[in-house]
């Protein structure tokens, strides 16, 4: 148990939909990364966030969004959902903002948007 | 050409095997190059990490980069059936919060180790 926890494990919705995929960092981390995972792109880093300020960007979609609240947990929102958005969402934590350093990664939560 | 190139198996081999995993790079900003396993569903978790060329050795696992061959390899000495599992490399450009901030990993090789 890495000690990241994320919510829902599973999400099922329609195109067009709009879901809140939930991740709440390790005790004392204060970079939160979210991740899409899918058998055609295989793990795609999608952002980072530190102490609540977006840090860096990756292959993130502009139909989604994140963000990192007072508390350190961090919300991805994934709006107008296609069904090439079906994939795993991994949220991962991180003591430091630099980026380069050991990631602690959840259990995911898996989308299937039919 | 794609940035990050891993051949994604499947590898199987017989316990007690040496096994040899290895990921080709293209770009030559990338300074950190790290390994994670990912045991099926399964978030990943990270097996090695190395900044410099050269060799990395922890337990039964050796992480090895050249980076005038922009290749790195994984070694798994002595396999056990609890190795049996995805292997991604990943490679980082710099410190995030710069504009070259790059993080990219591998597809992932699927790993059996078959007692």
């Known amino acids: 148990d890495s000690g990241v926890t994320q919510t829902p494990k599973h999400l099922i919705t329609a195109t067009g939909q709009r879901v809140t995929l939930r991740c709440s960092p390790r005790s004392g981390d204060l970079s939160v990364y979210w991740y899409q995972q899918s058998l055609d792109q295989g793990l795609q880093f999608l952002i980072q966030y530190y102490n609540g300020e977006e840090r860096a960007k990756g292959n993130i979609l502009e139909r989604f969004s994140a963000q990192q609240f007072p508390d350190l947990h961090s919300e991805l929102n994934l709006s107008s959902l296609e069904l090439g958005d079906s994939a795993l969402y991994f949220c991962?934590?991180?003591?430091?903002?630099?980026?380069?350093?050991?990631?602690?990664f959840g259990p995911g939560t898996r989308l299937t948007v039919l | 050409q794609k940035e990050v190139e891993q051949d994604p198996g499947p590898l199987s081999v017989p316990e007690g095997a040496i096994v040899s995993l290895n990921c080709t790079y293209s770009n030559s900003a990338f300074q950190y190059f790290m390994w994670y396993r990912q045991y099926s569903r399964k978030g990943p978790e990270l097996l090695m990490y190395?900044?410099?060329?050269g060799n990395k050795e922890d337990g039964r696992f050796t992480a090895q980069v050249d980076k005038s061959s922009k290749y790195i390899s994984l070694f798994i000495r002595d396999s056990q059936p609890s190795d049996s599992a995805t292997y991604l490399c990943?490679?980082?450009?710099?410190?995030?919060?710069?504009?070259?901030?790059?993080?990219?990993f591998g597809k992932g090789t699927l790993l059996t180790v078959n007692p």
């Open positions: 991962a934590s991180s003591v430091y903002a630099s980026g380069n350093n050991e990631q602690f």
């Open positions: 190395t900044y410099s060329s």
């Open positions: 990943a490679m980082i450009t710099g410190r995030s919060g710069g504009s070259n901030y790059k993080l990219t």
